[in-house]
């Protein structure tokens, strides 16, 4: 069922019908109840799972947008100046991708040989006060890193057959309690014989 589903009311259609749910919603501002309860936690199940996972269709590879750059003597040669510098005692600071959800490893850009296995650099994710209002960066010691990351991905059609199905179950254990006036622990019991009637059509 999850691999035909294209769009955020197709999800959550297949999230009520786990539950037993008789009705369906057109979208999920079409003003019902069901829609109502879906459209406070669609957003943030589906983001934590994007974010908590190791997806690979949401990992993105982007090279980092320098900042701010540490005085060339370093800080010992210079007053710190926020605005100008980035936090100490960082080198660089770069721009947070904005459908990032969690950077998971800066490395340097690779040289003129092919390493196999690049050394991941050391880096943070701060808020710089020297912007008003705060801006959230990524500061590390290199000057020209490529940062990976997991992105929120929002199109359904982009995501893989598990991380779907996964997203359907999670949001069918949150609305259950509400609409069916199921406990978890029944809605996980219907998740399980859905997978082993999936794993039968897979192996017949």
Request: with cysteine; net charge negative; hydrophobic share 40%.
């Amino acid at each position: 069922m999850a691999t035909s589903l294209k769009s955020p009311s197709d999800v959550v259609n297949d999230a009520l019908r786990r539950i037993g749910y008789k009705l369906r919603v057109a979208s999920l501002e079409d003003g019902s109840e069901a829609s109502g309860l879906a459209l406070d936690i669609y957003g943030q199940t589906r983001d934590t799972m994007l974010r908590d996972g190791d997806w690979m269709f949401a990992q993105r590879e982007v090279v980092g947008t320098q900042l701010k750059a540490a005085p060339p003597g370093g800080y010992f040669d210079a007053s710190w100046d926020p605005v100008t510098y980035p936090p100490q005692p960082w080198g660089f600071s770069f721009g947070y991708p904005e459908d990032c959800l969690k950077v998971r490893a800066v490395r340097p850009q690779p040289g003129f040989l092919i390493d196999m296995a690049p050394t991941p650099t050391l880096f943070n994710v701060v808020n710089d006060n020297g912007y008003t209002p705060a801006r959230r960066v990524i500061v590390a010691n290199t000057p020209t890193p490529v940062i990976i990351y997991a992105a929120r991905v929002t199109d359904p059609q982009s995501w893989s057959v598990d991380f779907t199905e996964s997203l359907c179950a999670a949001l069918a254990r949150r609305l259950a309690p509400s609409l069916a006036n199921l406990q978890v622990e029944q809605v996980e019991a219907q998740d399980e014989g859905i997978s082993r009637q999936m794993a039968v059509r897979e192996t017949g």
